[in-house]
């Protein structure tokens, strides 16, 4: 167990519709990065959150924005979804200790979109 | 995009056998981190090697990292069925404030019981 949540497992949504995906950090992990992972692939980084500030983008159009709240929980937000948008979202979290590296996933959701 | 490509893309072993993955990226790095997945749930931290560092162990363990060559090696050793998992290597080019990792493709390990 990694200490980290997220919510909810599975969802299913309809293309063009908008979708909230949550993560709980661990307490003390001010860092919280997001990643999305297709079928047969590694994941991929889509943004960075410090101290509620986002801290750095990968290669995602501005349809996927994200929060980050005080209690260490944050927010995926996606919208007008669309068929690639399928996949497994990851959460990931890290401590302040900028000596150390590793990341805290946590379990992911699964989005389809039809 | 991902960073590079890991070998092989699948593996099956007997249990009590050595399992090795390789892992090649494109550009330099601060750290390589491997990583494991349990039929795609989240990923577990397995072992991080830093760009000064050539080899690394942790339990049954091993890591190398050639930064001339952009390859990484993962051995396990002593393999037991819950071995059965993803393996993934993650490079971190550092040089910011972002820790962002940039994923391999993956390889996908059998261990036969």
Known sequence: ETGVTQSPTHLIKTRGQQVTLRCSSQSGHNTVSWYQQALGQGPQFIFQYYREEENGRGNFPPRFSGLQFPNYSSELNVNALELDDSALYLCASSPDDMGSYEQYFGPGTRLTVT | ?113
């Open chain 2, 1 to 113: 995009s991902q960073q590079g490509e890991e070998d092989p893309q699948a593996l099956s072993i007997q249990e009590g056998e050595n399992a090795t993955m390789n892992c090649s990226y494109k550009t330099s790095i601060n750290n390589l981190q491997w990583y494991r997945q349990n039929s795609g749930r989240g990923l577990v931290h397995l072992i991080l090697i830093r760009s000064n560092e050539r080899e690394k162990h942790s339990g049954r363990l091993r890591v190398t990292l050639d930064t001339s060559k952009k390859s990484s090696s993962l051995l396990i050793t002593a393999s037991r069925a819950a071995d059965t998992a993803s393996y993934f290597c993650a490079t971190d080019a550092g040089g910011g404030a972002t820790n962002k990792l940039i994923f391999g493709t993956g390889t996908l390990l059998a261990v036969q019981p």
